[in-house]
């Protein structure tokens, strides 16, 4: 048996045109577009490309888009300055300051300074906070994007054993945090996790981020569950996941890399741009999103 490969990439073009159906309906009922900044600092060639991938997006989806550069010596002051003027600017819904900052800038100063209304990362703690208590708020992009896969193939994700790998801010915790609020049995296994396999092996649903190529073995697989790479490791053998290739054989599903996760966070990050402007301007944006 070889696992059905999960599309990320045609299930985000069909997220980002209805994206792009609903920001036609806001820019008519509020009289401007939603509008998302991006904030670089430095230029780091990776980082650049996603930044003007989402720049593209972002006018693909009938928004407008700020793009702010900023050179790698820029003082963490004049980067929250920048944020105060955006968080202060009322055609801006959402902020995202790319991520990782130069070192001698402190990432959660900045991030806590971005209005947590238009925080469209999830990554400002009151927005980890409203997660965690079930308020409504911003989910980060990637974890909300697994979970919409992950519903496209288990409409009923009650009841489901889920392991998640990985513990970040950006991924794994959210990630627990959505599959609990599903009601799967969520399971988080670490670096300090005494026996990884022993756990994997009992899991239907398997959501890999820990951020090392291949790690997972097609062995840990439980026959037929549902797994989801959100590795993106740059490989001598070019872009790899987080997932040994070889899982294709043991899985149900499973996400390619590319093609699989990647393109779903820029499509999330288009629908909580939306969902954002959608909130501060007062106007209904179609739940389905
Ligand atoms: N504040 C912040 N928010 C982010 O969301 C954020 C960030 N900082 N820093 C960097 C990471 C990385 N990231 C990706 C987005 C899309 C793909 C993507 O579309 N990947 C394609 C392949 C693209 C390629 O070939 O490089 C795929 O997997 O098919 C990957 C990675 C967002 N990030």
Known sequence: MTARLIDGKAFAAQLRGRVATAAAAFTEQAGRKPGLAV???????????????KGKATL???????????????????LIALVDRLNADETVDGILV?????????????????????????FH???????ATGLDGLVPCTPLGCLMLLQDIHPHLAGLEAVVIGRSNIVGKPMAALLLQQSCTVTTVHS????????????????????IP???????????????????????????????????EVAGAITPVP??????????????????????????????L
């Open 39 to 53: 904030v670089l600092v430095g230029e780091d060639p990776a980082s650049s490309v996603y930044v003007r991938s």
């Open 125 to 131: 703690p009151v927005n980890a906070g409203r997660l």
């Open 192 to 211: 300090r996790t005494r026996d990884v396999m022993g756990h994997v092996r009992q899991a239907d649903i398997v959501v890999a981020a820990v951020g």
């Open 98 to 122: 790319q991520l990782p900052l130069p070192k001698h800038i402190d990432e959660r100063a900045v991030i806590t300074r971005i209005d947590p209304d238009k925080d469209v990362d999830g």
């Open 259 to 288: 093609g699989g996760v990647g393109p779903m966070t820029i499509a999330v990050l288009m629908r909580n741009t939306l969902v954002a402007a959608g909130r501060r301007a007062g106007i209904a944006v179609d739940p389905a």
């Open 60 to 78: 693909a989806a009938g928004m407008e888009s700020f793009e702010h550069r900023l050179s790698a010596d820029v003082s963490e002051a004049e």
């Open 214 to 248: 291949g790690f997972v073995q097609p062995e840990w697989i439980k026959p037929g569950a549902t797994v989801i790479d959100v590795g993106i490791n740059r490989t001598g053998d070019g872009l790899v996941g987080d997932v040994d290739p070889r899982a294709v």
